[in-house]
């Protein structure tokens, strides 16, 4: 059974802590790894896709790895804008093209 | 663009009520989904369609009927509302050039 994990379920930080984020993957016939940001209320927004295994994307304080089994956000030096709801995804080929299965998520406090 | 649009944002119901979520999007992508986001089971895909006329389930599509006769709208309809359908609810799209998915601002409907 295809399954994502995401972990730690819930992640406070001081301003300026770095950390990193984990998404771990169970599928067969992965066509690419996504990371989105939610706020509360809202609706997910894209942030990176990973295609292989060893690339990397980075995006202002957020950089995104990807292994053959996980993925890594890593949040450097953040800043209390960047409290956030961090959902992994991934994407397969063949008949589920285009169909997105969801981690559960981390929800990151950032501190002041 | 005004991107992927809902209607409406909250709706309560009744059990037993029938109601339709809209969604449309203006940027002439093929793919389109609806998703529910539930407490601690992330976000899971009710229905989906890759163009005009042709339409799939996901992985949760029971108590839900969806249709697609154009490209900017696919509406997910509730036939007889219960509450184990109370969820938040997100469409998204996405083009044929990446697997970037935007994701619509969501609908809270609660079921009584």
Redesign the interface.
Known sequence: EDQVTQSPEALRLQEGESSSLNCSYTVSGL??L?W?RQDP??????LF?LYSAGEEKEKERLKATLTKKESFLHITAPKPEDSATY?C?V?LGGTSY????????TILTVHP | NAG?TQTPKFQVLKTGQSMTLQCAQDMNHE?M?W?RQDP??????IH?S?GAGITDQ??VPNGYNVSRSTTEDFPLRLLSAAPSQTSVY?C?S?GDS?????????TRLTVL
């Open positions: 066509r690419g996504f989105y209320g809202k609706g997910p927004e894209f896709t959902l995804a994407s285009g169909k997105l299965t969801f981690g559960q998520g | 992927v793919y989904s998703y601690g089971m992330g976000l899971r895909l989906y890759v996901g992985e997100f998204a996405r990446n697997n970037e998915q935007f994701f619509g601002p969501g």
